[in-house]
């Protein structure tokens, strides 16, 4: 028969003979399995330039995590403003005085324009902002998209139409007009008219309405996976054996949506990255003097033409974090799904 | 472009002197045509860049400074200002003889019309188009324009419910009109001894009874001036060509060199710093309408000698400064003690530095007749901010960690992000509680006027309407404006504040009256400092090099739209 | 094809429908007056009244979206404008101009630079994805896929403030981004103003589409119908173009339809960052200016390209796939 | 036997899909009749053998009777007890009871699961717990299936086709159903695979007494599998009967024609007679009047268009062997002849 | 006798992959007649459509490795251009694909892609191409082909698209014909009237055809010489008749055994191969049919685990096994006595 001959399967395939010929070390074979996420991750270890590109995000991850550490260790935080304090540090037009953005062994990237902060800091907590940024929306997203798609998919019906309608309205709603003219106002309302807004209520809302638009398309595409597995005969095994909506959504169907949601995710991680800091650039989201890659490149894109060192830093290195992200998402979805040819 | 900046420069690149003394001229001056501008040639045209449109086209609804700009190129009102190359302004009659006879102890003007005013279509323009003008101000729909005149002719600052404009066929009796000898004389409820300046005002521009479009006069208005109004896509560009019937004769005024000025929106300042700096095809011949260079660009500008050549600068007219509401921090002490602690040098670094303005040590600016430099709280010493001054007033007040929210609009000039981040700091450091609460700028006006927000220090500014202490006393401190929307964001109200700016306000001679003013301004920053003023800015802008006769404005802040000319 | 037409439209207006009654609702959440911006630099309460008067939004929110929807519809009267024709948006509260009038003057800068720039990486984008599948593996493969890598994470306002700085300030080769001449008036003018533009858009959407054609290509060109089309002794000419592309066609245009769909809709950021007057400058304007009626206009615009170019597409591919039946 | 109730009664069992369709406003415009008005027995420990070209409802019959899919009308009564329309919790009881078993060995289990979880979920769904603990059973089970208990722990992509399809019968086995459905259980197997499959399931069902609906293509698995035989034509019984009775003589001439169509892998007989069906089997959204074979049938009249035939015994069968058919074929019944190429001529 | 029509000698196909070397074809021999059929049975993943994508040259040359010759009529195919190959397919050889959903463009008319095959051998009109089109659907027996001719493969049954792709393969009149499993997915009732069809062509122009199968009954209906392949090697080979009655193989035997018939005992149970097919990656050492022989124990040595055996053709018969012709006998007649028919 043509069609079914997959070549892959064929090695790992336990014959009856080995197993009858030697009990003693089939014992051991035994326990040890090769699950479909073991081959995955032995896929991807094989894969260079995804293992490179998961060092390098792992390092941004790290540097944000240990952000305040290393800012300890260097003695300079991203919030005093050094030149302002020294004089000697920005010139008449509060541009760095010495060359090169201020480059010094004290200040590793120079100082910033206007305020003075030390830029390495700086970039350092911007990193860890941003990326817990988009790190909590991932999660966030996935989680509602997941929770919502499966749910709709499996269900189907009204609930399935009815979410189906909200994503719809959903999609068709122009986003960035949504941030930049109704974000600011949601949060004036959330906040008591003499108190400062709070930099976490900044974050959470962020992330809530980045979220509130992020999870239809997941919940779409998980929906359209749904249908499809939902069809398939080990959930109408599952049903034969009496199992209970609930546990067929989450041990049945879920474990075999990791891929697509793994995927999603790596999709989504970096460009919730650009997301925000486009957000910023727009003069929504953070703002200074919350360190933010947006806020960064958004500040330095005034000052490029007299300081490109200031540009140099927060562009470049978002620029490698995403580059190097999408890169680990190519391997990811290579590893995973090996058909899907790249 | 390459990284860095070089060492302190020391000196500031603007000129020193205050260019906005202004006087008063004669018949004389009055009488067109303005005088040649040595080497400006006929033909030609200009673009101007800005980041918007101008709001207002109609007279009657114009009023901030940036729509003047191009107003002056269509709109003539009674009175006007002549513009020496040297800066210095003298009032003189615009579409009258001169500036009009003042009787009744400034209750009573008249003032008579030149010969052959016309506007655009041919038509002669009347004492009528004049009058329509300012019975137009009470009109419903022009409620952005000034109200000065609208409230002295009827005696009442609520002055629509008196009388409804022209479209019901009713006149003003308070204005009387004779068209043989081309006179209107204005008949006011209280006295009014520098209408002649106030009547300067766009506000107060002619506009013609027959082609009166009512609301859609504000898109289509006819011109008085040498040029007219030829294309406008609104928010895109707009284009201006000569007026025919326009007689240079008539106008002691403007010059009028280039055929057409093209004025090209939404490029924000940077944008058009960058473009001007580039200046590729035919950028030479633009200019930046009215946003300046802003902070960011002004070490590039201002170090680069070929680019500097191509500026003009000058104070802007205004003064920018916080305003203390004192219906909350009601102790004058903790407002002295503000005073101490503001970071003017650190603010005023963030805007550029010395380029970017003077440390404004009083309400009245520079431009002021009768301005007199004082300084109560030592800024020009100490403009760093003084916390040790200011920690210790404070807990003479009692009132040591005293919690201030600081707010200011927030989405309009990035420059506020950064200056908040300094003022926190120095507010910290003399014993305060700083809480910033910034305000989107789509709603900051409407916030910050409300009588019971809730905001301490509100970021603010100010422009006279006329270089007159009166334009700043009156709206800033007089507490009988105190309302929703009112200027006086500080809620000043004392009584011998009140009496003050009436009594000033009637003195007709303009030295006595700069002299009453300037004591005024000493005795309310020192005993009730409702106010923190912060500076005065200096604006630079940028032209191309094929742009002559640049000219900065010191009423309008900007370029001398007229005096404009392209080089061969 | 009609029944289809018919019905989606009619889903399409439900759905603009309650994207214009959240934006009604929403905007009036907000603590801000949209009157304080006629009311002047001296604003007193009775002008600010008055102001509100003149607007119409002293009515309760339920009556001004019942008006606004009259206009919509039927067309409505204005105290100060006349009548406002069918389909009225309202008028500007700021410019005091038909919003429908402001949208028409600003979509030409819209399309063209949707436009402009899609044909751009649409050729581009398709035409290194068709190369980097047949040569599957090789070196060229591998440099396409990695250029389309970073080609797709680049930002417009990082790579496009950096190309405006070099290409057009420092070096001069293109010109400054400018939209003021239209097609129509100065062909020449309006090529030489929008090249750059398409150019920094192009970089980051020509990205997406080589991968995506290299991703489609590769699965088509292994389907058996591709086979067997090779069985019958076609050439590989043909059976690239008549089967390979054909079958991979329908994602890249529905990715096209979206792409579109969100570029005319207004593209915020990239006018923003290149100074031109579409739709997406218009709407930034509106929300700092609080005018509510040219904030739902364009919202309706941007949602409307959404929703039409989603119908578009699937009706595009109901052409391309005849498998595909409307419904 | 026969007295005592069946294990398994169905009766007048149909299954229509709704088509949507309409304008402007979506509903329903017709129906796909899957399975239309089955009646049929399955005895305790029985095998009852569904076969039928593809489409023609075999695998609706089987969810149907497995309730995963809610029938249109019609009974379907299990051990006396009526669950056409039971629900969820009503069924709980009974779900042990029927189990099944389904063609695709690569779908059917679930790809993330080990195969000690695949088996022991039904246990724990249930709340079984068998003595010594559910991995104890597990490995029974799969010594049982034949293969390595060892294996518990791998996933099935580590297993071959055939052994895939044992997991699956294990599965059903754990919680030692009554009744299994298998849905055409080996067709997607290796002929060198198959016997061995058939061969468990045989074991199977006559070592632990189990009853089989056996649903397959195949009418040489079916004879070797099945004590009786259903032949199914487009959502009908067109014929049941015993294995021997039915395969030896056929009445009706679908079944002649579908016996006379396997290829036989012998050279030495003459050529068997062969009845050639022209055409395909009509689309079930609009099934053909009366008898709903008669399109293809050499035999049809005016009758067989205006009158369904009842699934009677007819004159000359045995006890048990009913046939649906106007014109029933005998065993001197001329050879139906040679149908000319174009179907279009029978349609 | 004259030189085959089709002579394969020694093909060797070789992929290689992610996980090794795939040895998917493995020294294969064989002729085809003109107007005989050859039949190839094996189980799934014996190398039966790798085999005859080589003839026809469709294998991805980058990742593929083919060793041997194939001749055609003469002409060498293996080294063959692309070019050339382009002129032979669809024209000289054609093949029928088992899956003819898939392997039927979706998105081109049924007439279309039956046209266009004969525009591209023949240069014919698009008007001729087309009635030609109309004909070979009435051919192959599809009602009202003028209509149909306009239709896409989906608005077909599967029967009918069978018959379409027949109809594509036929249309050049080609002198080589492969089917691979072309009534695999097909109902009994369906797949008779294809075979049926394939043989009234064959008479009718003599077309060589080579039939891939796994069913041992559809081989008895159609083929007149049989290649029995495991593990990309072939085992036996014979005419229908002498495989059939005395297969010579035991995988052979073993896969007669398996199957159940319409008229053997059915108390008997079936004796299945034990065991499943062979990974071509690892594939077993020496006959790789040794782990899953029931005879492997009889021959001496261990021979069947370490060598290859040969297989010897005389006059078209052979088979490759280590068991002696009288160990054979003795055994195979005890097998046979189990057989279901
Ligand atoms: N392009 C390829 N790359 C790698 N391996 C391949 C490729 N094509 C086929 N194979 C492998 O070669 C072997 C023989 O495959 P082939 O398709 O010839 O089997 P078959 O006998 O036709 O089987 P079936 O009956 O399933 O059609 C299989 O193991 C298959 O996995
Ligand atoms: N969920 C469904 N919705 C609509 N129609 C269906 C559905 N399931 C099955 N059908 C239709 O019902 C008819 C019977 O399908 P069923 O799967 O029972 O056939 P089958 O006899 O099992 O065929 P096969 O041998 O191909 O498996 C077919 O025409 C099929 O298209
Ligand atoms: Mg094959
Ligand atoms: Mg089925």
């Not at chain 1, 906040?191 to 239809?216: H, Q, R, Y």
């Not at chain 2, 003077?358 to 430099?373: C, E, F, N, R, V």
Request: net charge neutral.
């Amino acid at each position: 028969m043509t069609p079914p001959t997959p070549s892959q399967a064929t090695p790992l395939e336990v014959t009856d003979e080995d197993s009858a010929a030697s009990a003693k070390p089939a014992t051991l074979k035994g326990t040890e399995s090769r699950s479909p996420g073991r081959l995955a991750w032995t896929r991807f270890k094989r894969d260079r330039t995804g293992v490179i590109s998961a060092f390098v995000v792992i390092f941004f991850f790290v540097a944000g995590i240990c952000a305040p550490l290393i800012a300890k260790v260097y003695g300079k935080d991203p919030y005093t403003t050094y030149g302002q304090n020294d004089p000697s540090l920005l010139n008449d037009f509060s541009y760095p005085a010495g060359p090169n953005g201020g480059m010094s062994g004290d200040f590793w990237f120079g100082i910033d324009p206007q305020l003075g902060r030390d830029v390495f800091t700086f970039l350092l907590y911007a990193i860890r902002n941003s990326l817990l940024i988009s790190a909590a929306t991932t999660l966030l997203v996935a989680f509602f998209g997941v929770v919502i798609g499966l749910t709709a998919g499996y269900l189907g019906g009204k609930t399935d139409y009815f979410v189906g309608r909200i994503i719809d309205i959903l999609l068709a709603f122009p986003q960035t007009l949504f941030f930049i003219g109704f974000w600011p106002v949601m949060l004036t309302i959330l906040v008591s008219p003499d108190e400062a807004t709070p930099t976490w209520l900044i974050v959470v809302s962020l992330i809530t309405v980045m979220t509130a638009f992020g999870w239809a398309p997941i919940a779409r595409l998980l929906r359209g996976e749904v249908l499809a597995l939902r069809e398939r005969e080990f959930v109408e095994a599952a049903k034969v054996t009496g199992a209970s909506p609930a546990r067929i959504i989450f041990k049945e169907l879920l474990p075999n949506l990791w891929t697509p949601i793994l995927i999603q995710a790596t999709l989504a991680l970096p460009a919730y990255v650009t997301i925000e800091a486009g957000l910023a650039f727009l003069g929504v989201g953070l703002s200074d003097p919350t360190p933010d890659w947006g806020v960064m490149v958004q500040n330095a894109s005034k000052f490029y033409q007299g300081d490109i060192t200031y540009m140099l830093f927060p562009g470049v290195t978002m620029v490698i974090f995403v580059v190097a992200f999408n890169l680990l998402g190519d391997s990811v979805r290579d590893a995973l799904d090996p058909k899907a040819g790249r | 472009s390459s990284g860095g900046g070089g060492g302190n420069s020391g000196k500031h690149a603007g000129t020193d002197k205050y260019t906005g003394s202004v006087t008063v001229g004669t018949k004389e001056d009055s009488t067109g045509p303005a005088p040649e501008i040595e080497g400006a040639k006929k033909g030609g045209n200009i673009i101007g860049i800005g980041p918007s449109d101008f709001s207002h086209l109609d007279p009657q609804r114009i009023y901030y400074a940036w729509n003047s700009t191009v107003a002056n190129l269509y709109i003539r009102a009674l009175t006007g200002y002549k513009i020496a190359s040297d800066g210095s302004m003298k009032l003189v009659g615009d579409l009258a003889t001169d500036t009009g006879t003042m009787a009744d102890e400034g209750k009573t003007w008249t003032f008579t019309l030149k010969d052959g005013l016309k506007w655009d279509d041919g038509s002669e323009l009347t004492v009528e188009d004049v009058r329509h003008g300012i019975e137009r101000a009470f009109a419903t729909f022009t409620t952005e324009g000034a109200m000065y005149v609208q409230s002295a002719l009827v005696g009442s600052s609520d002055f629509r419910s008196k009388y409804k404009g022209p479209f019901s066929n009713k006149h003003l009796d308070s204005i009387v009109t004779d068209k043989a000898k081309k006179t209107i004389t204005l008949k006011l409820k209280v006295a009014r001894p520098d209408l002649n300046f106030t009547l300067a005002m766009h506000s107060y521009g002619a506009v013609p009874v027959g082609h009166d479009t009512k609301e859609k006069y504000d898109k289509d208005p006819v011109s008085a001036g040498p040029y007219k109004i030829a294309q406008h896509a609104i928010d895109k560009s707009m284009k201006l060509v000569r007026n025919p019937h326009w007689d240079p004769k008539t106008d002691a005024i403007r010059n009028a060199y280039p055929d057409s000025f093209t004025f090209q929106f939404g490029t924000e300042g940077l944008a058009a710093a960058d473009r001007l700096i580039a200046q590729s095809g035919d950028d030479q011949y633009a200019v930046m309408a009215y946003s300046g260079v802003p902070a960011e660009r002004l070490q590039k500008v201002l170090t680069d000698p070929e680019l500097k050549k191509r500026t003009i600068n000058g104070l802007l007219s205004g003064l920018y400064y916080y305003a203390i509401n004192c219906k909350r921090i009601t102790d004058p002490k903790v407002r002295q003690a503000l005073n101490y602690a503001w970071p003017l040098e650190q603010i005023r670094r963030i805007y550029g530095g010395q380029s970017a303005g003077d440390y404004a040590t009083s309400i009245i600016s520079p431009d002021i007749l009768g301005y007199d430099h004082q300084d109560v709280y030592g800024k020009a010493k100490k403009p760093q901010g003084d916390p040790e001054k200011a920690k210790a007033l404070l807990k003479e007040a009692g009132k040591v960690g005293q919690k201030i929210v600081y707010t200011y609009p927030k989405g309009g000039n990035d420059a506020y992000e950064k200056t908040k981040v300094v003022i926190v700091n120095a507010l910290k450091a003399a014993g305060f509680d700083p809480v910033v609460k910034a305000v989107d700028q789509g709603s900051y006006y409407d916030q910050v006027q409300q009588i019971d927000n809730n905001f301490d220090v509100m970021w603010f500014g100010w422009s006279p309407d006329w270089p007159t202490g009166y334009t700043v006393m009156q709206p800033l401190f007089d507490g009988a404006t105190i309302a929703n929307g009112s200027n006086n964001v500080s809620q000043l109200n004392v009584s011998w504040v009140n009496d003050a700016i009436k009594k000033n306000a009637v003195i007709t001679d303009p030295k006595a009256a700069g002299a009453a003013w300037e004591e005024l301004d000493k005795k309310i920053m020192t005993e009730l400092a409702p106010i923190i003023p912060e500076t005065f800015q200096r604006r630079f802008y940028l032209y191309g090099s094929k742009v002559g006769g640049a000219l900065f404005d010191p009423l309008f802040s900007g370029f001398i739209m007229y005096k404009l000319h392209v080089k061969a | 094809m009609f029944r289809f037409l018919v019905r989606r439209i009619l889903g399409a207006a439900v759905i603009l429908l309650i994207i214009s009654a959240i934006t009604f609702l929403l905007f009036y959440v907000a603590p801000r007056d949209p009157a304080r911006v006629a009311c002047g630099k001296v604003c007193t309460p009775q002008t600010l009244a008055l102001v509100k008067h003149n607007l119409g939004i002293d009515d309760p929110l339920p009556v001004q979206y019942w008006h606004w929807l009259e206009g919509v519809f039927v067309g409505r009267d204005y105290a100060s404008f006349g009548h406002c024709n069918a389909p009225c948006l309202g008028y500007s509260f700021q410019n005091r101009v038909p919003v429908l009038s402001l949208i028409e003057d600003r979509f030409p800068t819209t399309i063209s630079l949707a436009l402009g720039s899609a044909v751009v990486f649409v050729i581009f984008g398709v035409g290194t994805g068709m190369i980097a599948a047949v040569k599957q593996g090789k070196a060229l493969d591998k440099i396409a896929s990695s250029a389309s890598l970073i080609g797709s994470s680049l930002q417009i306002y990082i790579v496009g403030i950096v190309a405006m700085y070099y290409l057009s300030d420092e070096w001069g080769i293109l010109d400054r981004p400018n939209d003021s001449s239209g097609f129509t008036d100065d062909p020449g003018a309006w090529f030489s103003g929008l090249l750059l533009p398409w150019f920094v858009l192009a970089i980051i959407f020509t990205a997406n589409y080589t991968r995506m054609t290299r991703s489609q290509l590769v699965e088509t060109l292994s389907e058996d119908y591709v086979r067997t089309a090779r069985a019958k002794g076609l050439s590989a000419r043909t059976v690239f173009f008549r089967f390979a592309w054909r079958g991979a066609m329908g994602p890249i245009v529905t990715i096209l339809g979206l792409d579109l769909g969100s570029l005319l809709g207004g593209a915020v950021i990239t006018e923003q960052t290149f100074g031109l007057h579409g739709i997406g400058a218009l709407s930034v304007k509106a929300v700092r200016d609080n005018d509510l009626p040219m904030l739902l206009g364009v919202v309706l615009v941007a949602a409307g390209a959404i929703v039409l170019f989603n119908i578009v597409v699937d009706a595009v591919y109901a052409l391309i796939d005849p498998r595909v039946r409307l419904a | 036997m026969s007295n005592t109730t069946p294990l398994l009664d169905v009766s007048g069992l149909t299954k229509h899909f709704p088509i949507k369709g309409g304008f402007p406003i979506r509903r329903t415009v017709g129906a796909v009749q899957a399975v239309d008005g089955l009646d049929f027995q399955v005895a305790e420990g029985e095998s009852l053998g569904l076969v039928g070209e593809s489409g023609c409802g075999k695998s609706t019959t089987g969810r149907l009777i497995t309730r995963l899919m809610e029938p249109t009308g019609g009974k379907i009564t299990y051990r006396g007890q009526d669950i056409t329309h039971a629900g969820r919790k009503e069924l709980a009881p009974i779900r042990s009871e029927i189990q099944m078993i389904f063609q695709d060995p690569y779908a059917s289990l679930n790809p993330r699961q080990t195969v000690g979880k695949i088996i022991s979920g039904p246990m724990e769904i249930n709340d079984i717990n068998p003595e010594g603990g559910r991995e104890k059973r597990v490995r029974e089970l799969l010594e049982i299936v034949g293969l390595n208990p060892e294996h518990f722990n791998r996933f099935p992509h580590e297993f071959s086709g055939g052994q895939r399809q044992r997991i699956g019968v294990a599965r059903a086995l754990a919680l030692q159903p009554k009744l299994i459905v298998a849905d055409e259980p080996v067709s997607a197997l290796d002929v060198s695979i198959q016997a061995q499959v058939v061969n468990l399931l045989q074991k199977v069902q006559r070592e632990l007494g189990i009853a089989f609906v056996f649903i397959a293509h195949d009418l040489a698995i079916v004879r070797h599998f099945s004590q009786r035989v259903a032949v199914m034509y487009l959502g009908k019984i067109v014929e049941i009967a015993d294995r021997e009775d039915l395969y030896e003589n056929p009445r009706h001439p679908y079944t002649r024609a579908l016996l006379s169509a396997v290829p036989e892998a012998t050279v030495d007989e003459e050529p068997r007679e062969r009845i050639r069906l022209a055409g395909d089997v009509p689309s079930p959204i609009n099934p053909p009047s009366g008898c709903r074979f008669r399109t293809r049938c050499w035999k049809a009249t005016e009758k067989c268009a205006t009158e369904a035939p009842p699934l009677v015994q007819v004159e000359g069968n045995k006890p048990g062997h009913l046939t649906a058919c106007h014109y029933p074929e005998t065993t001197e019944t001329v050879p139906a002849p040679r149908l000319s190429k174009d179907p279009e001529a029978a349609a | 006798m004259s030189t085959p029509f089709l002579s394969v000698r020694d093909l060797r196909v070789h992929f290689s992959t992610e996980d090794g070397l795939v040895k998917a074809v493995d020294g294969l021999s064989f002729d085809v007649e003109k107007g005989k059929t050859l039949g190839i049975v094996g189980e799934s993943g014996s190398g039966k459509s790798v085999t005859n994508l080589s003839i026809l040259g469709l294998h991805n040359r980058e990742r593929t490795t083919m060793d041997g010759e194939i001749i055609l009529d003469g002409q060498e195919l293996l080294t063959a251009s692309e070019r050339t190959l382009e002129k032979l397919r669809g024209n000289k050889m054609s093949m029928i694909f088992q899956d003819a959903l898939a392997s039927l463009s979706p998105y081109h008319t049924v007439g279309v892609q039956i046209a266009e095959t004969y525009r591209k051998h023949t240069g014919a009109s698009k008007r001729e191409a087309r009635a030609r089109a109309v004909e070979m659907l009435r051919r192959v027996g599809i009602p009202q082909p003028d209509v149909r001719v306009d239709e896409y493969p989906h608005q077909f049954s599967g029967g009918m698209r069978q018959r379409a792709m027949i109809a594509m393969a036929l249309v050049c009149d080609p002198e080589l014909l492969i089917a691979d499993e072309p009534t695999t997915a097909l109902d009994v009732t369906v797949q008779a009237q294809i075979m049926d069809l394939l043989k009234d062509l064959q008479q009718e122009f003599g077309t060589a055809i080579i039939f891939i199968t796994h069913d041992l009954g559809v081989i008895a209906d159609i083929a007149d010489d049989v290649l029995v392949m495991y593990g990309g090697r072939c085992v036996e080979r014979g005419t229908k008749k002498e495989v059939l009655r005395s297969p010579d193989h035991p995988y052979t035997l073993g896969l007669m055994n398996s199957m159940p018939t319409l008229n053997g005992s059915v108390d008997v149970p079936l004796t299945p191969i034990p065991g499943s097919p062979p990974s071509l990656l690892n594939p077993p050492s020496g006959c790789r049919f040794h782990p899953r022989c029931a005879f492997a124990e009889k021959v001496s040595g261990g021979l069947c685990s370490s060598d290859r055996p040969t297989l010897e053709v005389v006059e078209g018969r052979g088979s490759a096994c280590h068991l002696t012709q009288e160990q054979k006998q003795d055994l195979f007649a005890d097998f046979a006595a189990t057989r279901h028919n």
